[in-house]
């Protein structure tokens, strides 16, 4: 393919995902395949001589479409969400473009250094304290992680590293297995699971501590925890607190919390993965109230903020702990500005070595959308939130099972776990809408989390009036507007 026909291609691919998105809605938002469906539809091997564009283009619609879940559709209130935006779609067209590999400020300084600007600016619109911020007179910094586990796993791996030089610059003769076999971490019993995978990667017992009636971690339970593994001889050394969790979108006490990792020298992560992109409201930045006393923040930009995946941001308030536990400069990276003080290699920050230009994502999105029409996109759809919560509340049969703080309602009919799994099984087996349960004390619960760009008012109402006629129609002891026979 020549500059000429790519022209021409990139147009109709243009095209085509528009008229995609324009008409995602007509679509049945989960595929109606069996596992291995696709292998039947293409050749066993790759083709000896180039085929012709066309054909490929026709087999989007025969081979890979019909196996799609259409994350994007205003019928997908699975998961949370997973942002996209035209923008941000043209920022990825650039990078692939541009196809820099970014690893250090020498292998491409726009990348290196657009980053750093980029988090700079959105740290400022979250009103992060600027001492997370690396244009300042601070010592912290942000960086754009693949995701929220590959950020835990670094202020996990980071909080370990800074644990054990602070143990033998006291006590020399303690061996770093030795170390490791007394640290301790800990984190909300509804944190994600790849909070506690991050502690199997990373070597180290991770603890789960209980939360409340709201289901958030409150300082005294973690105290309690904490005394109690010191009196074992136990390290504890970090904590991940949950700011909206995956399955009630609950928030650990983090300005009870904070203080109390900070006096026991504990490394303080923040994992926002969802909610983080809704503290750029005002009216929701208090949920992030205490984030000074963190050693690291993160959320996942690529969730709620219109920046398609993946750009995760991660903000530390001590650059030198994170750089200082992956730090390694064989010759071929090094270059002459690394030791300026003026210039930041990202490679230092992550797991993986080559890192995309993510942050053109960021660029796009901020300059084309503005905090403004940010705002607008985050305080719509917790609106849609609130009026399907307000639905739930007016049918009797039903009940709200958390809290709705943003755009997520947990709900359920009102009786047994297999009344409702029998429920959620119909919804989806429809294929009109998309969901995914979770468990809440002990009751299977139903999550409705408002997740596609395009969903408006008239697509909560139809997704109510599709969940309630399944529940008359599939269970005949419930009658509408009564309570449920248990």
């Known amino acids: 393919m020549n500059t000429t026909e790519f022209r021409k291609r990139g147009k109709e691919m243009i095209d085509y995902v528009a008229d995609y998105i324009e008409t995602i809605e007509q679509r049945s938002v989960y595929p109606d395949v069996q596992p291995g469906y696709l292998r039947s539809l293409i050749p066993e091997e790759v083709p000896v001589e180039p085929e012709m564009y066309e054909d490929v283009v026709k087999d989007i ?26 923008p941000a779609m043209l920022a990825d067209m650039l990078c692939g473009a541009i196809g820099c590999i970014g690893f250090s400020w020498a292998a491409s300084p726009a990348c290196t250094e657009l980053e750093t600007v980029m988090l700079d600016w959105l740290g ?17 910094g942000g960086v754009i992680q693949g995701t929220a586990s590959e950020a835990t796993l670094m202020s996990l791996l980071a909080a370990r590293s800074r644990i054990v030089r602070w143990i033998q610059a006291d006590n020399p003769d303690r061996t770093e297995s030795e170390i490791f076999s007394k640290l301790v971490a800990y984190s909300s019993d509804q944190a994600h699971s790849s909070v506690e ?52 979108c609950a928030f650990d006490n983090i300005i009870e919390l904070g203080p109390l990792c900070n006096a026991a ?26 984030v000074e006393f963190a050693d690291s923040f993160n959320f996942n930009a690529h969730k709620w903020l219109l920046v398609n995946f993946d750009c995760s941001v991660m903000w530390v308030k001590e650059r030198a702990d994170i750089i200082g536990a992956f730090k390694m400069d064989p010759l071929y990276l090094k270059h002459d500005h690394q030791e300026s003080g003026l210039v930041t ?67 359920r ?47 909560v109402r139809e997704s109510w009036a599709h969940i309630t006629d399944l529940a008359s129609d599939n269970c005949p002891l419930l009658i509408r507007g009564q309570a449920s026979v248990t």
């Open 61 to 86: 619609e025969r081979v890979i479409m019909p196996g799609v879940t259409h994350w994007h559709s205003p019928f997908f209130y699975a998961y949370f969400p997973t942002a996209s935006s035209f």
């Open 124 to 140: 400022k619109m979250i009103n992060l304290p600027e001492n997370f911020l690396a244009g300042t007179t601070g010592c912290g």
């Open 197 to 248: 995978r991050a502690g199997l990667i990373g070597g180290v017992t991770m603890k789960k501590v209980p939360t409340d009636e709201k289901f958030s971690v409150q300082g005294e339970a973690l105290k309690k925890m904490v005394e109690r593994d010191r009196r074992a001889g136990l390290i504890p050394f970090y904590f991940c607190a949950t700011l909206g969790t995956t399955a009630s």
């Open 265 to 290: 020298k504990m490394w303080m992560h923040i994992d926002a993965a969802y909610a983080g992109s809704a503290f750029i409201c005002p009216e929701f930045r208090p949920l992030l109230n205490g």
């Open 345 to 411: 290699d990202y490679r230092h920050w992550q797991i993986p070595l080559g890192r995309r230009f993510r942050s053109l994502k960021l660029w796009f999105v901020f300059r084309l959308y503005g905090l403004r029409g940010l705002q607008d996109h985050i305080r719509k759809q917790v609106l849609l939130a609130k009026e399907f919560e307000k639905m739930v509340r007016d049918d009797q049969r039903f009940e709200i099972c958390a809290e709705v703080i943003l755009g997520l309602v947990c709900f």
């Open 413 to 459: 009919l009102k009786g047994s776990n297999e009344l409702n799994e029998t429920l959620l099984k119909r919804i989806n087996s429809t294929r009109k809408i998309h969901m995914v349960p979770c468990q809440l004390s002990g009751k299977f619960v139903l999550r409705f989390a408002v997740c596609a760009r395009t969903t408006e008012l008239h697509h």
